[in-house]
C-alpha cells in the first residue's frame, strides 16, 4: 500500500484572499459563460458553452424535462436521469427540445373554463412557465388570458379557484402587431413596464410573446426576425451496460451531450462505453466520470471523454465512503485533478473541461470549486428544493420539504450506477439515502440570488471570467475556530419572541 501524505479537504475549510478589486470589477460586467467540452488550444469557441457554470445531478429527483428547461432558461443545462427507461428519457429529452422559448405552444393552452387544477395539470406535463387561455383552447383561438409561473405560485392554494378569476389580465392592456421588430417591441415592453408582450396577427390571434429576457438577450442583434426560436440546451445521463440501445434514442430525440454515470468512473466499462460512442457518434460529446485523482483523469482523457466529472462519496445523500470506504474530501479531488487537467493541456494541446460534482452546501462552496479549478458544477440537493424538481412538496415537522434520495438508494435502485460489471442486474447493498430537502421556491430566482453572490466573490478576488478566477485566486485552509468566527456569533439572534419594557 502508499499512504498519501497529504490530507484530503473539503470546501468548508478553505476562503478566499481577496485580491485588488479594479473599477472594472462590477458585477454587471462578469461572465459566467464557461466551456463544457474538450477543445484544441486557440479553439474554445469550438467547444459546448453554458452561460452559467450550473449542471443538474443525473437522478431521478433532480433532472427531468420540467427542470430541464427551467434552468435551460437561466443558462444552464440539466442531464436528464438515465434510470428509467431509455424510451422515456429520451421523451424528456424530446421535450426540452421541442420547447419554444417565447413562444406559447398548443400544447400549453387552456380554455376559458379550465380551473386552476387543469393548469397545474398542464404546467406539470409540459414544463411551461405560461400558459395561454383562449377562447377553444388552441393557439388559434381568441387570446383572454396568461398564466404565469408568477401567478401559479400565487394562487396555489386556491386550487378550485377558476382560472380566470386569477390569470394577469396582460393580454387585454398591451399587444404588439405580427410583425413587429424587436427594437420597437422593446420600447412598447419598457413604456409600459411589461415582463411578457402577447403579439397578435390580423386577426387578433395570438402567434408569440416576447419576453424582456428574449429582448435583453438578443439586444446585439435588433434586426433578429421575432418569431425565431431557440432551442434549449438539454443532456442526458447513461451507463456502461445498455448504451448501445440507449444513445441512439437520445442521440434522435435532439441531445446535445451525454455523460456516463457511475459512482466510480475510472474503469474499462467506460473506456469501451467512450470508444463505442466516438466510433458511431463522432459529433456527440460524451462526458465521464466519477475520478478523484490524476490517474483517473488522465485514463478518461486519453480514453476520449470530452469532459470529465470529480467526486467520489461527497454527495449529500451519499453513504459509498462509510460502505465502501473510497473517495476523498471534495476541495482536494477537484483541485488535484485540475493540476492533471493543466498539464494534459500542457503536454496534449487539449483542454478537457472538470465538473466538480457534489457536496455543494453553501452558495460560496460553488465558488470556490471555480476558483480550485472546477469550470462548472453539479449539483443534486441545490436544485432538488425547488419547484421544478420532479418530486412531492410535502409538510413535514411543520415545515414545506421536498423529497430527494440518492440513485443509489434502494428507492431508485440504480444499479448500473453502482455495478462492478457482472452484469447480473441487482444491488447487494445502498450507497445512498432516501431524505428530505427543505423546499426552496422556484429555480429562476433561487439561481439568480446564488449567482449574485458568485459574482460579488468574483469581483472581490478581481475576476471578471472562470478562467481569471482560476488563475487568480488565492486560498487560504481554516481552523476548525475560524470557521465558528466566520458566521455570526456571541450575539442573540432575533428570533425569539421579545417583549418591549
Ligand atoms: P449533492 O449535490 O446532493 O451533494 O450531490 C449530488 C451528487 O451525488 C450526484 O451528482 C451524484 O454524483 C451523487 N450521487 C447520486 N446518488 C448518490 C447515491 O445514492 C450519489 N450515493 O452519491
Not at 82 to 89: D, N, V
Not at 155 to 177: F, G, H, Q, Y
Amino acid at each position: 500500500a502508499r499512504i498519501f501524505q497529504e490530507e484530503s479537504h473539503t470546501f468548508s475549510e478553505y476562503l478566499l484572499i481577496p485580491n485588488l478589486t479594479t473599477q472594472a470589477c462590477q458585477s454587471q460586467n462578469v461572465s459566467l459563460r464557461t466551456a463544457i467540452t474538450r477543445y484544441r488550444k486557440g479553439q474554445r469557441e469550438q467547444a459546448l458553452s453554458i452561460n452559467i457554470p450550473l449542471v443538474s445531478a443525473i437522478m431521478q429527483a433532480v433532472s427531468n424535462h420540467t427542470l430541464a428547461i427551467a434552468l435551460a432558461k437561466e443558462g444552464g443545462l440539466s442531464f436528464i436521469y438515465g434510470s428509467q427507461s431509455a424510451e422515456s428519457e429520451a421523451e424528456m429529452v424530446r421535450l426540452v427540445k421541442s420547447y419554444k422559448a417565447g413562444i406559447v405552444s398548443s400544447d400549453s393552452n387552456l380554455r376559458e373554463n379550465n380551473t386552476l387544477e387543469d393548469a397545474v395539470k398542464l404546467k406539470n406535463n409540459t414544463g411551461h412557465s405560461t400558459i395561454a387561455i383562449t377562447s377553444d383552447g388552441t393557439n388559434s383561438g381568441k387570446l383572454l388570458g396568461l398564466l404565469t409561473s408568477r401567478d401559479y405560485r400565487l394562487s396555489r392554494t386556491a386550487m378550485n379557484t377558476e382560472v380566470k378569476d386569477l390569470m394577469t389580465p396582460i393580454s387585454r392592456l398591451v399587444t404588439a402587431k405580427e410583425g413587429v421588430s424587436l427594437t420597437e417591441a422593446n420600447d412598447i415592453i419598457w413604456e409600459h413596464k411589461l415582463n411578457q408582450l402577447p403579439i397578435i396577427n390580423e386577426k387578433g390571434n395570438l402567434v408569440g410573446l416576447v419576453f424582456r429576457k428574449d429582448y435583453d438577450s438578443h439586444k446585439d442583434h435588433p434586426n433578429e426576425i421575432l418569431d425565431r426560436r431557440k432551442r434549449l440546451l438539454v443532456g442526458a445521463g447513461i451507463n456502461t451496460r445498455d448504451y448501445k440501445e440507449r444513445v441512439p434514442l437520445l442521440v434522435q430525440a435532439g441531445v446535445d451531450v451525454l455523460c456516463i454515470d457511475s459512482s466510480d468512473g475510472f474503469s474499462e466499462w467506460q473506456y469501451e462505453t467512450i470508444s463505442w460512442i466516438k466510433h458511431n457518434y463522432p459529433n456527440i460529446p460524451v462526458g465521464a466520470g466519477n475520478v478523484v485523482d490524476v490517474d483517473g483523469f488522465n485514463y478518461l482523457a486519453d480514453a476520449g471523454a470530452d469532459f470529465i466529472k470529480v467526486g467520489i462519496g461527497g454527495g449529500s445523500i451519499c453513504i459509498t465512503r462509510e460502505t465502501k470506504g473510497i473517495g476523498c474530501g471534495q476541495a482536494t479531488a477537484v483541485y488535484n485533478v485540475a493540476r492533471a487537467r493543466d498539464a494534459y493541456y500542457e503536454k496534449n494541446g487539449v483542454y478537457i473541461p472538470i465538473c466538480s460534482d457534489g457536496g455543494i452546501v453553501h452558495d460560496y462552496h460553488m465558488t470556490l470549486a471555480l476558483a480550485m479549478g472546477a469550470d462548472f458544477i453539479m449539483l443534486g440537493r441545490y436544485f432538488a428544493r425547488f419547484d421544478e424538481s420532479p418530486t412531492k412538496r410535502m409538510v413535514v415537522g411543520g415545515k414545506y420539504v421536498k423529497e430527494y434520495w440518492g440513485e443509489g438508494s434502494n428507492r431508485a435502485r440504480n444499479w448500473q450506477r453502482y455495478d462492478e460489471g457482472n452484469n447480473k442486474g441487482g444491488m447487494l447493498f445502498e450507497e445512498g439515502v432516501d431524505s428530505y430537502v427543505p423546499y426552496a421556491g422556484s429555480l429562476a430566482l433561487n439561481v439568480n440570488n446564488s449567482l449574485a453572490k458568485m459574482k460579488a466573490t468574483m469581483c472581490s478576488v478581481g475576476s471578471l471570467t472562470i478562467p481569471e478566477l482560476q488563475a487568480k485566486a488565492r486560498l487560504v485552509r481554516v481552523s476548525a475556530t475560524s470557521i465558528v468566527e466566520g458566521g455570526a456569533h456571541d450575539v442573540i439572534l432575533k428570533n425569539s419572541q421579545s417583549v418591549d419594557l
